[in-house]
């Protein structure tokens, strides 16, 4: 129903930002709520940002508040991803989501239903 896109990821020095967009196509009608995950290599795919489609409420996991901002583009259908002062620590896949309701809470991946591929973050010290 929904195709996901990201795109965005490269390789940045520690204390840079980047800037992750997701495409999203398809029946977007049906979007609750987009997501921001990332899962290093060997480790559980963790939540970062949510933010609702039509209220644009928005949501953090603890470790990423004060550096990264989730926002979106309706008219584009599009999520962002705006991420300052980063960290080795999250060099990891980036992974866009989409839930089709609003059960499951947003930190969860059993409420998304839709993923894109992953962009690649690399963060050198």
């Known amino acids: 129903q929904v195709q996901l896109v990201e795109s965005g990821g490269g390789l940045v020095q520690a204390g840079g930002s980047l800037r992750l967009s997701c495409a999203a196509s398809?029946?977007?009608?049906?979007?609750?709520?987009m997501a921001w995950f990332r899962q290093a290599p060997g480790k559980e795919r963790d939540f970062l940002a949510a933010i609702t489609w039509s209220g644009g409420d928005r949501y953090y996991a603890d470790s990423v508040k004060g550096r990264f901002a989730i926002s979106r583009d309706t008219a584009k259908n599009t999520v962002y991803l705006h991420m300052n002062s980063l960290k080795p620590e999250d060099t990891a896949v980036y992974y866009c989501?989409?839930?089709?309701?609003?059960?499951?809470?947003?930190?969860?991946?059993?409420?998304?239903?839709?993923w894109g591929q992953g962009t690649q973050v690399t963060v050198s010290s």
């Open positions: 398809g029946r977007t009608f049906s979007m609750y709520a």
């Open positions: 989501a989409v839930a089709p309701t609003g059960r499951g809470g947003y930190h969860s991946t059993a409420a998304y239903n839709y």
